[in-house]
């Protein structure tokens, strides 16, 4: 997916390097906590389309149980990571309010998946699964989106970060959900 790799390329692995040039002054003091939300929000990028492919899901139920704690516990670290990254922001009070609702959504739709998956309700499970990885890939389109005001010239980050952080939340929820209560079935029929 070209935004995921252009976030890659721009955002995530410049910052897998803790160099004060790499994090920049904004977020050079609190840069453990943004090692380990990069960290584990990548490693919860890349785990969640595996999960969706129906054949490793039905060939390997052991791996994908596997992976699929793994993403859990990565999203779990990633979002505790944005909540204090969010508390401590210095942006604006709807910036912090837009962060902290993503990462409370992150961490509520994947409690929910997990809860089902234990239940056994499979359906349930994959739904919400979808959910948390809309969460999930949040902050990429937000990187990216924020990258195309800068480059068009928006550039006071106070007025634009906080309606920006709640579109490229709310946006993709909307129509995920749209397209979940459409009656399509809720896999991606990857095979």
């Known amino acids: 997916m070209p935004l995921g790799a252009y976030f890659l390329y721009a ?4 910052r897998l390097a803790m160099t004060e040039a790499g994090y920049g002054e904004y977020y050079w003091d609190r840069r453990g906590w943004l090692l380990a939300h990069t ?3 990548l490693l919860a990028t890349l785990l969640g389309p595996l999960q969706f ?7 390997r139920p052991d791996l994908h149980r596997l992976t699929g704690h793994v993403y859990m516990l990565s999203v779990l670290v990633a979002a505790c990571c944005a909540i204090v990254l969010a508390v401590t922001s210095q942006i604006s009070t709807s910036y912090v309010a837009g962060l902290l609702l993503g990462a409370s959504l992150w961490l509520v739709t ?4 997990f809860s089902a998956a234990h239940r056994r309700e499979f359906e349930t499970h994959r739904a919400w699964m979808i959910r ?3 969460v999930t890939f949040f902050f990429i389109v937000f990187f990216a989106a924020y990258d195309a005001a800068g480059a068009l010239g928006y550039t006071d980050v106070v007025a634009f970060a906080g309606p920006l952080v709640f579109a490229c939340l709310l946006v993709p929820l909307v129509l995920v959900e749209a397209w979940l209560r459409s009656g399509s079935s809720p896999t991606f029929g990857v095979r």
């Open 53 to 59: 492919v129906t054949r490793f899901r039905a060939s």
């Open 132 to 134: 948390n990885y809309a």
């Open 39 to 41: 960290a584990a929000g």
């Open 110 to 113: 994947g409690g929910i998946a």
């Open 11 to 14: 955002h995530a692995i410049p």
